[in-house]
């Protein structure tokens, strides 16, 4: 018979802590682009085509389209959010929630956009672009 496993209830508290903690780590990221937005989607777009991952005819519409993307993160519900960054998800152990969204966004998105030429580099390449300097600014 398979034995049942029942967590005690100083297990159940610490476990219930680790996920209180993280959900809230999540929503700090997620509303601190409220003031940053303008900076964020500036300094990810203007990355992305320095670093050649991204080559475009028109970096002004490619930021624009940053300022959006963002701006739907700010009124996403999480199921949205998980379902955007579920294929990116194990792109890296510990990712952050607005550099995954971003790169999914780069991924799936961007790559149809009228200005868009084409995308290079690899997806680790793309997050670590933008985990930089989400980082840098969201801090």
Do not use: W
């Not at 967590?7 to 610490?14: K, L």
């Not at 900076?39 to 990810?44: D, K, Y």
């Amino acid at each position: 018979m398979a034995k049942v496993f029942r967590p005690s209830t100083r297990e159940s508290s610490i476990l219930s802590r680790i996920e209180s903690s993280k959900e809230h780590a999540r929503r700090k990221s997620i509303n601190s682009i409220r003031d940053h937005i303008d900076t964020l989607s500036n300094a990810v777009a203007m990355k992305l085509v320095e670093n050649k991952l991204v080559e475009t005819t028109n970096k002004n519409g490619v930021e624009d389209q940053f300022y959006k993307c963002l701006e739907t993160l700010l009124y996403a519900e999480d199921f949205d959010i998980d379902y955007m960054t579920a294929p990116f998800r194990q792109l890296v152990p510990n990712p952050h929630v607005v550099s995954l969204y971003l790169t999914a966004f780069v991924i799936e998105k961007l790559i149809n956009h009228k200005d868009t030429v084409d995308i290079y580099g690899s997806d680790d390449e793309i997050y670590h672009c933008i985990n930089q300097q989400v980082t840098k600014i969201l801090v």
